[in-house]
């Protein structure tokens, strides 16, 4: 069965501060695909980044960057010079390849409570 | 704007009540779902469509019943039978159910027992 672990609850930093949330997963899988969403105050989640098992580069948008390394079934997130604008709920996600028509499960994490104090 | 519209924002269900909470999608997509968040946790999957006239059951279908008689439409009834419904719940939306697609979610609807 598949898993995801976001160890960290709640993050506090204050603002220029850079942070990193930490994902763990799990999956019997060799093809899979790796997710982060960010939940605003509003509620709604939004899709930040996607990931495939054999893409093992590094990505940057902005400020936020990702870090992929399957030795250790990570996928971790940074954001470089944090603002009050990232105070969110983050959830890192996992897909196993369901192939054909079948449908690929979405396995969410808890969440990592990100407070970004001015 | 093309979205995912969940209606209503926040939601009362009295004992012994069936609830029905609406999601509307303009985004042309397959594949639409259905979450609930409780605090401190993760998303846990509640049912699924691929397709209209289809939908599969998620991890924790019991006491919810969904129809997906239209591409775009995806309601969600709470019965009577779900015991513990006070939650956040959260529908999306997916090209497709492929595994890589991403999901789009709209903005919830807040669901309490009075």
């Known amino acids: 069965a598949q898993k995801v672990t976001q160890a960290q609850t709640e993050i506090s930093v204050v603002e220029k501060e850079d942070v990193t949330l930490d994902c763990v997963y799990e999956t019997r899988d060799t093809t899979y695909y790796l997710f982060w969403y960010k939940q605003p105050p509003s509620g709604e989640l939004v899709f930040l980044i996607r990931?495939?098992?054999?893409?093992?580069q590094n990505e940057i948008s902005g400020r936020y960057s990702w870090n992929f390394q399957k030795s250790t079934s990570s996928f971790n997130f940074t954001i470089t010079a944090s603002q009050v604008v990232d105070s969110a709920v983050y959830f890192c996600a996992l897909s196993e390849f369901s192939g054909g028509t079948s449908y690929g499960k979405l396995t969410f994490g808890q969440g990592t409570i990100l407070t970004v104090h001015p | 704007d093309g979205g995912i519209t969940q209606s209503p924002k926040y939601l009362f269900r009295k004992e012994g009540q069936n609830v029905t909470l609406s999601c509307e999608q303009n985004l042309n997509h397959d594949a639409m779902y259905w979450y609930r968040q409780d605090p401190g946790q993760g998303l846990r999957l509640i049912y699924y469509s691929q397709i209209v006239n289809d939908f599969q059951k998620g991890d924790i279908a019991e006491g919810y019943s969904v129809s997906r008689e239209k591409k775009e439409s995806f309601p969600l009834t709470v019965t009577s039978a779900q015991k513990n419904p006070t939650a956040f719940y959260l529908c999306a939306s997916s090209m497709s159910a492929y595994s890589n697609q991403p999901q789009h979610f709209g903005d919830g609807t807040r669901l309490s027992i009075l």
């Open positions: 990931r495939n098992s054999f893409d093992e």
